[in-house]
């Protein structure tokens, strides 16, 4: 459909809105085959945050010609054979790195221009894209790993992601947003989506029409990240199934015509949820579909996207086994083992979790004792250590431009060394980030990390992190606080192990970090940081 650039005559529009005005994002797709053909030097620096719209980003440094390519992955759900065409990249062009995002996509690094076109051809043979994956636009669908599976889903979602997704990928009616745009889909009722920290997220509800019972969605909107967090908040609507991608269209309609274009960093959905409120935003929302009140919400406890173990299907004979993928990161060779054992004992299929972990399901019970003794899965098992299987951690400073600090590597090797000198009775979520835009998800985490660089009187400027403690999606979610004190990189892990000892002394049994730090306040726990920085 057709639509009107309304923003055109603001007056003060960032510099991206104006060239965006002249030429889509998405155009860059039609330019690729020229750069790949005469190299890295031929495209233009004003060209190279375009290529966002590609689902790809230069990385560190950028005048080094390497990009990181992120793909698509709809709920997280890949066939075999999208797995071993996404292992054939990582192998062939990416130096052998496999990331799982916080979103469920996958990530490569090290890719050069000239590779763009095969990779592409690749990734279109097994249906699969990275187009959307980045820039102002419909981003990857967060749903839930186990859609179609789940014992705790109220209805399978796996036909309505795809539906929706597919409407979106390479719609220039929705290529031109005021910035990203992330929807989540989800049917569970563990909140496996993180949905109040999506830009919308269909939840699962329940209500009485006509004289019966409906199952369907509840509406929340305008959650985000970043230097300026909000949960997303609740309009009062109910949302049948196959309503949803009007629903879908709708909003991005509204972000499209009414958001802000003026300032990038208060471009984001949750600005204009906050402006208008969730009436104002119901009100506009009727303008486009007739939609009834809301009903009940029937989401529970919140997993945080955690599936460790066997764990029966709904189907009769069937199982799941969730893996823990350390810090989300494996190698083309691994994954192709796992793709191996999928096909072998499961029906081929690979789950990513958006908390960077993955899932074999489909396993006859009958298969299940000869998977567990597959030698793998003493490296990547499903019954993690309490530390490292709750930790997540950003791209950082290896190849991210934004980061500040080195993440991934730093993360891992903290959580393994707390895993071997402290023992807690209930895990501690971790999570690491390497700038305040938070791609690691630092805010909902128990104790949450985020780079910084501080000046020593020794050393000069050096790495360092600051804390921050108590982050929940639980109910309707809270976002961490921080601590007063900033730790140099050096010192973090005893830093964070001396907190963690002080914890250990001072709650109940089976007590989480979350029941902890309500109970005692976080006065207690910055005394606590002081006292532990005093004698540093």
């Known amino acids: 459909m057709a639509y009107t650039k309304t923003w055109t005559n603001i007056e003060k529009l960032n510099a991206t809105e104006k060239w965006k005005l002249e030429k889509d994002g998405l155009t ?78 996958i990530q490569f690094h090290w890719l050069t221009i000239d590779q763009i076109p095969e990779i ?37 979602t796996t036909a309505i992601v795809k539906d929706v997704f597919e409407f979106f990928q390479q719609n220039e009616d929705f290529s031109n947003l005021p910035r990203k745009f992330k929807i989540s889909i989800s049917a569970n009722v563990r909140n496996a989506a993180n949905s109040q920290i999506n830009c919308v997220s269909f939840v699962p509800a329940k209500k009485v029409i006509d004289g019966k019972e409906e199952l369907g969605f509840h509406l929340i909107i305008g959650g985000g990240l970043s230097a300026r967090p909000y949960l997303a908040q609740k309009v009062d609507v109910f949302v049948e199934p196959e ?55 029937v989401r529970e406890t919140w997993n945080a996207g955690y599936f460790y173990g066997v764990h029966q299907q709904k189907q009769p004979g069937l199982s799941y086994v969730g893996l823990n993928i350390p810090v989300g990161r494996l190698t083309a060779d691994d994954i192709l083992e796992l793709a191996d054992l999928s096909e072998k004992f499961g029906n081929g299929e690979i789950r990513n979790c ?24 003493q490296k990547y098992n ?35 060394r707390l895993d071997h000198e402290i023992s807690l009775d209930v895990p501690v979520r971790i999570h690491m980030v390497g700038c305040p835009n938070s791609c690691g998800q630092r805010q909902i985490a128990d104790i949450g990390l985020q780079g910084i660089k501080m000046k020593s009187k020794e050393k000069g400027m050096v790495e360092a992190f600051e804390i921050y403690v108590g982050g929940t999606l639980q109910d309707d979610g809270k976002f961490n606080e921080k601590l007063k004190g900033k730790i140099e990189a050096d010192d973090l892990y005893s830093v964070i192990k001396n907190l963690l000892i002080h914890v250990k002394n001072t709650k109940l049994p089976n007590e989480t970090f979350f029941s902890y730090l309500d109970r005692v306040g976080i006065d207690s726990l910055q005394q606590a940081l002081d006292e532990i920085l005093q004698h540093a």
Not at 80 to 91: E, G, P, T
Not at 134 to 147: E, F, H, K, Q, S
């Open 28 to 105: 860059i797709l039609n330019d690729i085959p020229y750069y790949a053909a005469n190299g890295f030097s031929s495209i233009p620096k004003e060209e190279w945050d375009k290529f966002k719209w590609a689902g790809l980003y230069l990385q560190r440094p950028k005048e080094a010609g390497y990009f990181m390519m992120r793909v698509c992955v709809p709920s997280g759900i890949l066939t075999n054979d999208q797995v071993r065409v996404l292992a054939s990249i990582a192998k062939d062009f990416g130096r052998g790195v496999y990331d799982i995002t916080t979103r469920q996509a």
């Open 120 to 156: 592409y051809k690749r990734l279109e043979s097994v249906g699969l894209s990275s187009i959307g994956a980045c820039g102002d636009i419909t981003r990857n669908i967060v749903g839930n790993p186990l859609a179609g599976i789940d014992k705790e889903e109220l209805f399978d």
């Open 243 to 297: 309503q949803v991608k009007e629903v879908a269209i709708a909003v991005t309609t509204i972000f499209r015509d009414y958001g802000f274009r003026e300032k990038r960093h208060y471009a984001r959905l949750k600005f204009l949820m906050a402006e208008w409120g969730p009436e104002k935003f119901k009100e506009k929302l009727l303008e486009f579909i007739e939609l009834p009140a809301a009903g009940e919400d």
């Open 354 to 377: 958006n908390s960077q972990n993955l899932i074999i399901p489909n396993i006859p019970n009958e298969k299940v004792e000869a998977l567990l003794s597959e030698k793998i899965l």
């Open 382 to 416: 499903l019954n993690p250590l309490s530390f490292i299987g709750y930790s997540v951690s950003c791209t950082g400073i290896e190849y991210c431009n934004l980061a500040l600090v080195e993440t991934k590597k730093r993360m891992r090797e903290i959580a393994n």
